[in-house]
């Protein structure tokens, strides 16, 4: 291999074109693509599968956290949204918004919207405002509290630039909303789901994230405080990978979600909102893919291992199909992770070279390709994809039954420790304005940089100018106190900054 | 109780007012409640939880009969709708159209819809459409068939009157979306999803259900022939529970999906379409409960057991709450069905009768009231569905642990059996106009009808004046050939005709 350029299966490299790769590797790896509605994706099989994986896992401590699912409607009144002023503000730039209920012919032959609504609906773009609502029905008593929801939903935002899973028109998300009696244990949710979310991000995306709050310019609309989870994405960009917002009484005041306390007295309700999309698949994607494709935690991945079997005619067809399926019908009771091992047989009429480049371009963790020698030698020909598409060798079938729950394992571990040292080798400690000015005015400037700064708007078209975000205040290691590096005011925490997504 | 009028728990009762009997259900069991949107639902967990049981059920077989989920654009162009004629015909009527992207403040301070859309957006009543314009771009060659793909969505249908499950404006369900190479194949596609909906129906729903073809009037627009599953509620109306369509290649000609086949001849493909939606909790809802609330079968109940303590005082409720503990980890280890036994304790602080009788009302199947001296005596007492609230009585601990599936398998089985004898009971074979109209102009009109009668609109404005329709032509127990009741034309098979939701 020496001397020899390495032809790689996604044409840019990330090196080459980091954004033109990203939209290779969707495309590549059968994810999604663009629909002929303006800013919709179309989710694919393939990526759609790895949504309903994380829906399960997130589903799952959702419910060991209390809180049940339900299902409010895709219409808001406009009147609604104008109750919370920050609200409307934040969301009515990109509302989809339904004026009439039917289509008519019109008068060149052609069909036109008739049947006028009186009071516009909008396609909600998160629900705060209808759930909101609904509660201010369910509850009347302290007894009532809390109310823990979650709702699997679409949204709507109008989007001019648009890119698949990270910013699209219409996307698929969850969206929690609780209510409760008091302050305090409002905030001890909005904490509690933002440690299910970094949770979830470090045991089954094998993404580490920094948890933190938001700084004022950067908050939910309407929110009192909002934590976020940010994850250093490969090209040194940060993607906000999930919020928990607290939104102290504002929602419960618009919406009159008010209660008799236990003296008697009226209160209004404190309530808090939460949610994760489809974004993540974007986020999975730019941590642990590779110039040869997608890359999958196995936690993650639909299928486990593939099994490609190889033969040039019906008698080694069958000798090679019936070692399969053996193989598949005890892999496949093997426990792996909260299920079993999911493994299956392609057989299509395909040159197996393909094959074996689409699960790879797919991020299929274990391949086994399968012929007539294999069979003779009681053996799997594995290739894995954290290793070189060209590394690939002969196990033991016993040993491979025996081990394959290991394998998955240690790959799901290998991507996460990876992915946390690429993290700490770009993660920079910045002690003056200068030194922060240089470091993001560089095109190559790539990165979390972590510097002592007062959370205030003062500085906010400084950033701008450098296309720098705050993505939040660190809740760890966020102790020592100094004076922020552009305003000088004294006793300042450190901030994260970065370009982002 | 001789001689003592019976209390119900939902007032009125079926014979008094069906209608408000089944809104006085859907509320007392916290399945939905109207919105402030007109039209639009919310589904309240235990609503939800069914569907997702259906969900989990349908998605297996899904799966099974290979089958891959996938999701689609919410929005559709106006300019789409229009391609089939039948299709737009069908649908203009009831369209939720989208014609502005963002808010704007007004003249008089209020919101106005700003930013005009070149080409009005439909909100999905149906997605054949938008996913046949996918299906051109990935259909080339008849190596890329068949197509078999899913969604759950949630779609929109502007309805003037609507009512909670059966008639929402917005309504969740499940669209299956298929091309293949033949009409035969698709044919084999149509039927078999049918068979699916009607092995869910009986297996899981407990709902007996007639399948056959529906007439040319009451064809899915654009469809060469729509086939049916059709059930019969307690008030002896029909309900359509679910519909396979074959499309013939009307849409793949309207979408251009064509492919080259292995002549090398250029084709349209022959697509498919089926769906059920959360229309089936109300047919749920309206096969099995009765005059004290919900009845759910086993298979979709989201809890099988509650256990209520019951106890007076600290020491008490801890020698109470731990028997009861220590039962629900040995009965959650019991297998039922397709996963094991859902069992939970309520210690919320309330009456225990208010519990007993909501738990009646929202259908659980099996209720263990627990209290100090079933623990001395190692018993639990034990409250079924299926039988009358006062029917309760004690069970040996052990007992129960072991019957506890069988049981639950006992009352699935018991409440098919009896919808069954129910729909038997309510079928009529009538051999004369005559007889129809007497039989339909009553206003105790109930049941199914079957006569033989042509696939002719000749008589529907007939059977409208009756506010009767023709359900299905059934597929079993139909050779024998007589003449048209309405007709007179010779040669017809039997029809089954009902008043219906």
Redesign the interface.
């Known amino acids: 291999m020496a001397g020899k350029q390495q032809q790689t299966a996604i044409t840019p490299t990330r090196a080459e074109n980091y954004p033109e790769w990203y939209q290779q590797v969707v495309k590549e790896a059968n994810l999604a693509?663009s629909?002929?509605?303006r800013g919709?994706?179309?989710?694919?099989?393939n990526g759609?599968?790895i949504?309903?994986n994380m829906q399960a896992d997130l589903n799952r401590r959702f419910k060991e956290t209390g809180h049940?699912?339900?299902?409010?409607?895709?219409?808001?009144?406009?009147s609604?949204?104008?109750k919370e002023a920050e609200h409307?503000e934040g969301f009515?730039?990109?509302?989809?918004?339904?004026?009439?209920?039917?289509?008519?012919p019109g008068p060149d032959g052609?069909?036109v919207?008739a049947?006028k609504l009186e009071e516009?609906?909008?396609?909600r773009p998160t629900s705060e405002t209808?759930i909101g609502?609904?509660f201010s029905k369910w509850v009347q008593s302290y007894r009532d509290l809390p109310i823990l929801?979650n709702q699997w939903?679409?949204v709507?935002r109008?989007e001019l630039r648009t890119r698949l899973f990270l910013r699209t028109t219409?996307f698929?998300w969850q969206e929690g909303h609780t209510a409760h009696a008091t302050a305090e244990e409002a905030l001890v949710e909005t904490r509690q789901m933002l440690d299910v979310y970094r949770d979830f991000a470090h045991e089954i995306m094998a993404m580490p994230v920094i948890q933190g709050a938001k700084t004022v310019a950067e908050r939910f609309p309407g929110a009192v405080d909002t934590m976020a989870i940010e994850a250093l994405m490969q090209d040194g960009k940060a993607l906000q990978a999930g919020t928990s917002h607290f939104l102290g009484q504002n929602f419960s005041k618009a919406q009159s979600i008010r209660f008799l306390d236990d003296q008697g007295e009226h209160q209004f309700a404190w309530t808090t909102s939460w949610g994760v999309s489809t974004r993540l698949i974007g986020a999975l994607l730019m941590t642990h893919s590779d110039d040869d494709g997608l890359v999958l935690p196995p936690r993650l991945a639909p299928t486990h291992v593939v099994v490609l079997p190889i033969y040039r005619d019906d008698q080694e067809r069958a000798l090679v199909l019936d070692y399969c399926k053996s193989l598949v019908a005890e892999v496949s009771r093997r426990p792996y992770h909260e299920g079993r091992i999911s493994i299956r047989i392609d057989d299509k009429?395909e040159r197996s070279s393909n094959k074996v480049w689409r699960y790879i371009k797919e991020g299929t963790p274990i391949r086994l390709e399968i012929g007539p020698r294999d069979v003779a030698a009681d053996v799997v020909f594995m290739g894995r994809r954290d290793k070189s598409p060209r590394d690939k060798g002969n196990v033991p079938r016993q040993q491979f039954i025996d081990t394959v729950a290991d394998i998955l394992d240690e790959m799901q571990a290998a991507l996460l420790e990876r992915a946390l040292a690429f993290r700490q080798a770009h993660t920079f400690q910045i002690d003056s304005r200068e030194a922060f000015d240089a470091f993001f005015a560089s095109d190559d400037a790539s990165g979390f940089v972590l510097c002592h700064a007062a959370d205030d708007p003062a500085y906010e078209e400084h950033l701008k100018s450098l296309k720098v975000t705050a993505r939040c205040i660190p809740f760890e290691d966020n102790e020592a106190l100094a004076p922020c590096i552009f305003t000088g005011a004294p006793g300042c925490r450190k901030i994260l900054f970065a370009k982002a997504y």
């Open positions: 693509e629909s002929p509605v919709c994706m179309v989710i694919k099989p759609y599968a949504w309903e049940v699912n339900a299902y409010f409607p895709l219409f808001i009144p406009m609604f949204l104008e409307v009515a730039k990109e509302c989809a918004v339904v004026t009439h209920h039917r289509l008519e052609g069909l919207p049947g516009p609906l909008v396609v209808i609502a609904m929801m939903a679409n709507v109008w219409e698929l009429d």
